[in-house]
Each structure stands twice: as C-alpha cells, then as structure tokens.
C-alpha cells in the first residue's frame, strides 16, 4: 500500500534553517510528481511546492519562493524540501502528498505531517 | 489566484441527517478540477472526490460530489459517526492550486 512519511520537523528560531524528508514506498515513486502543502494552526491547507517525476521542474507558491527549494532522490525514494530563512508565519505542519495529475493537481496520497514550528 | 470560499463554516447536524457542504469560487475552475477532503483532528486530508463528481478509492457512496463552474457541492446522504470531521475544497484547474478555509460538520 501507499505510504508517505515525513521527518524533520521540530522548534528552530527565526532566520535558520530546516530540512523535511518524506520517505515514500508502495508506488513506483520516479513516476509522479510530488507536492508539499502545509497547515498553520488552526488554518486551512496551503500548497507549498511541487517536483516533476523527473527532477526536471520545480514551482513554489509565492510565500515561499526563493527560500524553499524542493528536491527528491528517485534512487532512495525520498522526498525533500529544504527551508532556509525561516519566519514565525511557516510555522506549520508539513505535509507531503502525491500528486497523480503532476503540477495542477489533486493530491491521492498524504503523509502523516511534520510539525515545524519557528520561534526565538 | 483562485479564492474558494467554503460555507457554511460550521454545520451542526445528528447522524442519520444529509449534509450539504458549499464550495464557490471567485472566477470559474477549468474543467471542473475540484477536489473535496476530509480531515479529522490530528490527521492528514482524505481525498474523497476529484474531478468534482469521482470518489476516490475506497470512498462509501454516501459522499457525493456535484457542480461545475463557480459552484460546487459535497453532499453526504445519511451521516455515520465517523463523518464528523472537516472538509475541505480544492481546485487544481488554475495555477496556483488553492484550498478553501474548511467547513467543520459536529455533531448536534
């Protein structure tokens, strides 16, 4: 079965940086995009980032362009987002999710989430 | 962007009662590329429809999906215990994809 799981999380203070992992395993993982989407507390759901099958291409929502960069390790079925100049207001629960249409897409597959929360 | 605005933000029903969740957005989604989901606390999103109208695997047939242009539905026929969650829209017609704020169904 599919499953997605997420690691990394934690407290950092504001200007530092954060690296979240999702491990991913019952799918052919090089054949879909992926996405991560995240949740503030007590908010709804925002799309972060997502990565082609191939590596190739990569787009940000625009609250986080140029300080998030999304990657993943086909060979080790990983997924990856690090997160550098980090702001109270990324603080949120990470989620990564599998995204069968690519870019604009519904997300089939969710991992359980890594809280990451910034405060000094 | 494409702003979705869930209403009503909070539906106060009985189990055995229809639910009726309302997703409606500023400019019309392409395609109908509206996806409904389902989150209870301390959990993930469950996809429950795609494409407006398509459950997702594994999904009972008391949740159905209806709508197209600006105008969408989630319609849950008879409420089981287990219902009682958040549920969220999404459209992925129009980059970026965006969600709605939640509508949460407790129970009465």
């Known amino acids: 079965q599919v499953q997605l799981a997420e690691s990394g999380g934690g407290v950092v203070q504001p200007g530092r940086s954060l690296r979240l992992s999702c491990a991913a395993s019952?799918?052919?993982?090089?054949?879909?995009?992926m996405h991560w989407v995240r949740q503030a507390p007590g908010k709804g759901l925002e799309w972060v980032a997502v990565i082609s099958n191939d590596e190739i291409n990569k787009y940000y929502a625009d609250s986080v362009k140029g300080r998030f960069t999304i990657s993943r390790d086909n060979s080790k079925n990983t997924l990856y987002v690090q997160m550098n100049s980090l702001r109270a207001e990324d603080t949120a629960v990470y989620y990564c999710a599998r995204g069968p249409r690519g870019y604009d897409s519904y997300f089939d597959y969710w991992g359980q989430g890594s809280p990451v929360t910034v405060s000094s | 962007e494409i702003v979705l605005t869930q209403s009503p933000g909070t539906l106060s029903l009985s189990p055995g009662e229809r639910a009726t969740l309302s997703c409606r957005a500023s400019?019309?989604?392409?395609?109908?590329?509206l996806a409904w989901y389902q989150q209870k606390p301390g959990q993930a999103p469950r996809l429950l429809i795609y494409?407006?109208?398509n459950r997702a695997t594994g999904i009972p047939d008391r949740f159905s999906g209806s709508g197209s242009g600006t105008d969408f539905t989630l319609t849950i026929s008879r409420l089981e215990p287990e219902d009682f969650a958040v549920y969220h829209c999404?459209?992925?017609?129009?980059?970026?994809?965006?969600f709605g704020q939640g509508t949460k169904v407790e129970i009465k």
């Open positions: 400019q019309s989604v392409s395609s109908s590329y």
């Open positions: 999404q459209q992925y017609g129009s980059s970026p994809g965006t």
């Open positions: 019952g799918f052919t993982f090089s054949g879909y995009a």
């Open positions: 494409g407006a109208s």
